[in-house]
């Protein structure tokens, strides 16, 4: 009996070491469907299906790059726009810059951050 329960023991810590370097798969290209994001990183949160998406009443489209990099985030009120940012990025992968157009009523207005630090801390916008 203690021999099978060491097992199932050496077993479980075997199954966990593996898990934790597996690596997590890379998404690339778009789009994808999201609930919201988090501001303060810009990264999209709760993946979602197309037609969830679209019966709610915002959701986001993320489009990301050959790295895994977000390249475009999307913000949609029903099917209309309501903003939408454009990222750079260095031959490191640091984020450059953020491009954010928000389509208002009297016209689409655009703001353009750089970041400077490791942090991705906006500049003052442009």
Known sequence: ????????????????????DAKTPVKTGGP??????????DKPLHEITQDIAFKKPTHYVAFFGNQGELVKLTKFAGSIVQWESVYRYGESGKLLSRKTTSFLPQGPSVVEHEFKDEKSQPSSPK
């Open 32 to 41: 994808f469907y999201y609930e919201t994001f988090a501001l303060k990183t």
């Open 1 to 20: 009996m203690k021999h099978r329960d060491f097992l199932f023991a050496l077993l479980a810590v075997a199954c966990s070491v593996q898990s934790c």
